[in-house]
């Protein structure tokens, strides 16, 4: 048994060290991916989300010179942009139990 130990033992403890390395190297390069795959979500959701804003922001403009403010349509968009801004802000951080106001307040912060 000793004997065998003194002769494989390094090349056991190398294999087992490599094996080693390699499940934390492997680990590592998938959290840094997901990473990058997470950062370039939030980007697309951010850059869909101010594309929809300003599309819905010049058809409430247009829809208000024509009808007035007091027109359902308008409440429409307006909620549509309050779920935009919301996903916005929740693209940047936790946007989940947060009030309008502070989802006004977040939006504005990140200038957009």
């Known amino acids: 048994m ?13 294999a087992i060290s490599a094996l080693l390395l390699l499940v934390l190297g492997g680990g590592w390069l998938w959290r840094r991916k997901q990473s990058e795959v997470s950062q370039l979500s ?21 829809i208000v010179d024509r009808v007035g403010e007091k027109d ?8 549509q942009l309050a779920a935009n801004r919301r996903a916005v802000v929740s693209a940047h951080e936790s946007g989940e139990g ?12 990140l200038g957009l």
């Open 72 to 79: 359902e349509a308008v409440e429409v968009i307006d909620q």
């Open 2 to 14: 000793w004997a065998w130990l003194k002769r494989w033992g390094g090349a056991l403890f190398g």
């Open 98 to 109: 947060l009030s309008d106001e502070e989802i006004a307040d977040a939006f504005a912060r």
């Open 42 to 62: 939030d980007a697309l959701a951010v850059e869909e989300a101010t594309k929809e804003i300003a599309k819905l922001r010049a058809v409430r403009a247009e």
